[in-house]
């Protein structure tokens, strides 16, 4: 049998195989409410029937102005939950794990749709006005404001209250964002972080904040949510935030009631050199697993199912996430289990039966 498609325990929830969907934004959320829709209902629902183990809705901001974009989700209302709970619910329904990204930009935040070329909305063309760890710009974005003690504190809490939503709306796990340079990783990077408070200068200040976002939302949901945390593992600067500073925050973040980590990279530096390739951040999470025994996966050019397999059978991780071949096609699960020899009718849905995947997949002929 193929590990990719085996089942695994992460905390207290069971995912049928190791084939997770990676939250990608759609920037299709209703202006300003952050509603989901049916496009939400459809486009997940279309992930989860194609057999992924767990389905991580897209990142959902844990305030108006922490969106990347005005068109991303929101969990910062009691009137967002419904929209997201019929996405739970079917997620659910097709034997997948329902899991969403709870999320803050920061200094990267009021951009525009990808497919519209990015770049700046001011306030008066719908967007806002972005906070930050220091008032540092990214490129093309006016500076943010820098965040005072008092107002990190109500990102704390922002988080928690987000969380206690995302679990009122059905998701068996939560992810909170560390990572691609939004608010989190900023607060981690000594490149993005010059304050001088107790939230800037040394490791252990930097960490403090992603660590009381982390107990904050495990206090929120309970222990019978998988509490999961998505970092860059490095800057691919130096100096800047490395693989040495992100394992001992996986350490710290054990501590704290931490399930799994999903391990990326990059993000603070526009223009960072990274060395893209097949499974490229994979080794920085099989490094993370070995030194702190935590449940791992990574993303990032994992496109073949052979290589998928090899990363949990033989590279260390527990899990692999797929982002851009999911959008390509949702059946990749499907179509990958075939591949590998593997009979996906016990796990797939029935009215897909009629495909006769072994019969007709040209890796099979």
């Known amino acids: 049998m193929a590990k990719l498609f085996t089942p695994i325990q992460i905390g207290p929830i069971t995912a049928k195989n190791r084939l997770w969907v990676s939250p990608m934004c759609q920037y299709s959320a209703t202006g300003q409410a952050g509603r989901a829709e049916a496009w939400h ?60 990204q709870l999320g803050h930009a920061g200094g990267k935040a009021s951009t525009n749709k990808l497919w519209l070329g990015g770049g700046y909305v001011p306030p008066e063309e719908g967007g806002f006005a972005a906070d930050a760890a220091s008032a540092i710009a990214f490129p093309g974005l006016p500076v943010p404001h820098e965040l005072t003690e008092a107002e990190v504190g109500g990102v704390v809490q922002a988080f928690a209250d987000a969380a206690r939503r995302a679990h009122d709306a059905g998701f068996e ?145 527990d899990t692999v996430m797929l982002g851009r071949p999911l959008l390509r096609d949702p059946h990749t699960p499907i179509v990958w289990a075939t591949e590998l020899g593997e009979d996906p009718a016990a796990w797939s849905p029935p009215q897909y039966s009629m495909a006769a995947w072994r019969r007709y997949h040209p890796a099979i002929r």
């Open 173 to 317: 796990a939560i992810e909170v964002h560390a990572a691609h340079g939004f608010l989190l990783h900023q607060f981690l990077s000594p490149l993005s972080n010059s304050r001088s408070d107790r939230f800037g200068g040394s490791l252990e200040n930097r960490c403090r904040l992603v660590l009381e976002v982390l107990a904050a939302v495990r206090c929120a949901i309970g222990e019978s949510v998988a509490l999961v945390l998505r970092v860059s593992a490095t800057d691919w600067v130096d100096p800047g935030w490395d693989l040495e500073q992100t394992t001992q925050l996986a350490a710290w973040a054990q501590q704290v009631g931490l399930d799994h980590l999903d391990v990326s990279s990059g993000g603070v530096v526009a223009d960072a050199k990274i060395p893209v390739g097949p499974a490229y951040q994979a080794p920085f999470a099989a490094k993370i697993a070995q030194a702190t025994g935590l449940s791992v996966n990574s993303v990032g050019v994992i496109d073949t199912a052979p290589l998928a397999e090899s990363l949990v059978a033989e590279g260390g991780l």
């Open 41 to 100: 209902l459809v486009h997940y629902g279309a992930l989860a029937a194609g057999g992924a183990g767990l389905v991580m809705v897209e990142a959902t901001g844990v305030v108006p102005h922490g969106r990347i974009t005005p068109w991303d989700l929101g969990l910062w209302d009691d009137a967002q939950i419904p929209g997201l709970a019929a996405v739970a619910d079917f997620i659910k329904a097709q034997g997948a794990v329902p899991a969403i």
